[in-house]
T-cell receptor, first 120, second 120 residues
């Protein structure tokens, strides 16, 4: 079974702090993703990475950065935490695999348990 | 731009009732993938099913079934004889396809989710 592990289930930080959320996957997946989940808004993509040291902005990258130094690890960084970044953060990973001429984008993403982050 | 709409915010049913969760999507791509995920109270999203845009066959897996209709851009999910353990938030999601999609990452666009409560 795929295992995606997020370093903390609950985290409380203060405004202005630099916050690191860590995610590790054990299935040699190429792709890794960070989402935040807010009531009524579903999951929104913050950043993703398709290879070591590669990263792409998602839909809501402002106030965040990421780091992928090793294939299995993808870190989300809140440079200067603010109260509007209080949320549930979900990490996911997937293979990159082309589907017999139908292109890529077909692999399910496997999610971690989430980190509930509160910024006070 | 892609969009996924889950108009039902919350559904409550009594155990053993059948329930259908609606999903309507928008995309300009001719090749795409649709997914359903389940998020139980523990928080981890669990992959349920994937469909590509060229496969309109309905699928049944135990008490779960999915109805994909391109004509109405819908991918609805039915649970037959619902059980308390089915209580969760269910997300529908859409992925673009393409071998050169930003190096291979398959970005998912999620709906806002439907909270299903199954009561005794």
């Amino acid at each position: 079974d795929v295992k995606v592990t997020q370093s903390s289930r609950y985290l409380v930080k203060r405004t202005g702090e630099k916050v690191f959320l860590e995610c590790v996957q054990d299935m040699d997946h190429e792709n890794m993703f960070w989402y935040r989940q807010d009531p009524g808004l579903g999951l929104r993509l913050i950043y993703f990475s398709y290879d070591v040291k590669m990263k792409e902005k998602g839909d809501i990258p402002e106030g965040y950065s990421v780091s992928r130094e090793k294939k299995e690890r993808f870190s989300l960084i809140l440079e200067s935490a603010s109260t509007n970044q209080t949320s549930m953060y979900l990490c996911a990973s997937s293979f990159f695999l082309e589907d017999r001429g139908l292109g890529s984008g077909n692999q399910p993403q496997h999610f971690g348990d989430g980190t509930r982050l509160s910024i006070l | 731009a892609q969009k996924v709409t889950q108009a039902q915010t919350e559904i409550s049913v009594v155990e053993k009732e059948d329930v259908t969760l609606d999903c309507v999507y928008e995309t300009r791509d001719t090749t795409y993938y649709l997914f359903w995920y389940k998020q139980p109270p523990s928080g981890e999203l669990v992959f349920l099913i994937r469909r590509n845009s060229f496969d309109e066959q309905n699928e049944i897996s135990g008490r779960y079934s999915w109805n994909f209709q391109k004509s109405t851009s819908s991918f609805n999910f039915t649970i037959t004889a619902s059980q308390v353990v089915d209580s969760a938030v269910y997300f529908c999601a859409l992925s673009e396809a393409g071998p050169n999609l930003t190096g291979g990452g398959n970005k998912l666009t999620f709906g806002t989710g439907t909270q299903l409560k199954v009561e005794l």
